[in-house]
């Protein structure tokens, strides 16, 4: 049954009001977040920090290989934010301020002591901080987890939830595309390294939107699509803003974008330019009106002038320069391309020639003939939208290599599926799930 198209003024009142929502239900959500008790997350918190000790700032299970190094030292003051109460602070300024124990003094030096010292209660071995720019929105999760589980029962329902979800999106992917696009996405996936991903809660929030949003238009039906895909890039921006502390979050605009694309190419074989930019639009304005929205509420609610803070930040995170000296913007683009590193490059590199080497016989057998249409000149915009993610955050993208090089998953994505799709390599019949 055909979908009745949604009119444009309408839609813009329900993208409006979704994004209103948004910033409501985010506010809410954090309250909720800060009404829990937090005595038993404290002990859980304490059962971990022996583990946290041991492991560092920055482990890695693969030695020097940035892909392989977890961030400790982010996930230690996600952890912190998690278990901090300070006296004095109402709910709402706990909920718009996020506090948490920093700046350790009197002989302490590791995140993993501060930790310790906020899990016991014990806020003179640091200062009370506020990352008050974020929205935090992971203690959603994180909080009612720390109840149940300690840090190393979390990873281990973390890693088979995003196993789950990532075989499921290949299962979705083969059904609506072909077994070829759901091993392209499997190679994008592995050079992000997701043994990583999995053991670093930094990591895993844009991971989760970037499946969530891709499942949601699998499921949907060619008419389902044409009037709710917008709503996804929204969603998926808004999501990001919410919950991602600035790891990688364009993966949550590319990887669904790409399965977008192909999904379309599929339907009719054309995409035309309007919606593609209007996707990017939706993305990007969910997650800047996201963000504004939390520096205005906190700023509204506190009396902290939030906004000029994120502002400033906005300011350094965007520049040229780090630490006073300036950085050049093709030596930002090399740096998070050696992140990869050397095995991952090899994989790569072994996995588009064989890919190319398999295309091409299969080509002969079946006398296929090269094939250009629409939607494949969008795949090379999302391959290079990567770069200008970093022109405009080069202080950060330089700084925090570690993890800025993730985005490239989405060109990686987008290069395998024009490859497919340039070779004539089918995709299935119908656009139902």
Known sequence: MKTKPISKGKSLLIHGGILIGAVILGFLLMMAAYLLPTGRMKANVLASVDMLEAEGDYPSWGGKNAITK????????????????????????????????????????????????????????????????????????????LLLFNIGEIRVISMMLQGLLLFWCLMMIRKQLSAYYAFAFLVAVLVMAPITIALCMQYQNTWYIALGATLLLLYADKNTRKNAWSYIFLGSGICVAFFDLLTCPLVTLTIPLVVYLALERKADGRMPWTRVLTACIAWGIGYGVMWFGKWALATLLTGENVIQNALDEVMVRSSGAVDGNPVRYPDVVIANIKAIGKPAMAFLAAAIAGTAAWLMIRKKKTDARLSWKA???????????PLAWFFFTQNHSAVHTLYTYRIFAGSILAGFFLLGSLTGQKTGETGEA
Do not use: C
């Open 70 to 145: 977890s961030d400790q030292f982010t996930d230690a003051a996600m952890i912190k934010a998690a278990i901090t109460e300070p006296a004095g602070m109402s709910l709402t300024e706990k909920a718009m301020l996020n506090p948490l124990l920093a700046h350790p003094k009197g002989g302490i030096f590791s995140q993993v002591d501060l930790v310790r010292a906020a899990a016991e209660g014990d806020y003179s071995q640091g200062e009370i901080n506020k990352n008050l720019r974020y929205w935090n929105g992971y203690l959603v999760f994180l909080k009612p987890l």
């Open 375 to 385: 939607p494949d000149g969008w795949y090379l915009f999302v391959m290079v939208l």
